[in-house]
């Protein structure tokens, strides 16, 4: 078993000056804001002036749409990988459950914007191997503490959740039962008679 959590900034460009560094991120920043108040086709003059820069300052470090979208979704993942970290000192049981709930609702925030990324391209595939790392220990800790059932996977975690993500509900209270359910289907099966 690995407790090695992945190097946040690992998938990002940022730029090595302060000031463009710092120009950098008050744009992801106003991108994420914008993309998630009004979805992806948030106008980039919009994004520039919430950053409090000019327009030509956002498309010197990101001359595409596109590569706005994949600015904001690397820091998200970024966000996500690093808080399986945070959780490390919890006990096996919370610290996977308290890292799967923030999954899940990063995959719910970000689902418009994964879909503007292709998915068998090389940044999402990154994004993706960066997220399985960072639950992977996780899992593990949880499995080793016979918590969490031994015939299951990361693989298997992560297709659960997103399928959950998908789930179209009327309140919040509604994607949260459907979440404990799952959940509980992770704990070890008590042997039939």
């Given amino acids: 078993m690995t407790n090695a959590a992945p190097a946040s900034g690992t998938l990002s460009h940022r730029p090595k000056r302060a000031d463009a560094r710092r120009n950098y991120e008050k744009l992801v920043a106003a991108a994420r804001t914008a993309f998630g108040e009004e979805g992806v086709s948030a106008s980039l003059e919009d994004i520039a002036r919430r950053a409090e820069v000019g327009i030509g300052t956002l498309y010197r470090h990101f ?39 923030r999954l899940v609702d990063y995959i719910g925030t970000k689902r418009a914007l994964a879909e503007e990324l292709i998915h068998d391209s090389e940044i999402f595939r990154r994004c993706r191997d960066e997220v399985y790392a960072a639950g992977q220990p996780l899992l593990e800790r949880a499995q080793t503490a016979g918590v969490v059932r031994s015939d299951t996977n990361i693989d298997d975690v992560m297709r659960l959740v997103s399928g959950i993500t998908l789930v179209k509900v ?11 359910l799952a959940l509980d289907g992770l704990r070890p099966q008590a042997p039939r008679s």
């Fill in 170 to 180: 009327t309140e919040p209270a509604q994607l949260e039962r459907v979440l404990n």
């Fill in 63 to 101: 001359p595409t749409r596109r590569e706005l979208f994949e600015a904001v979704y690397i820091d998200e993942v970024e966000a996500v990988s690093r808080s399986a970290a945070d959780l490390s000192g919890e006990p096996p049981w919370e610290a996977l459950v308290g890292w799967l709930r």
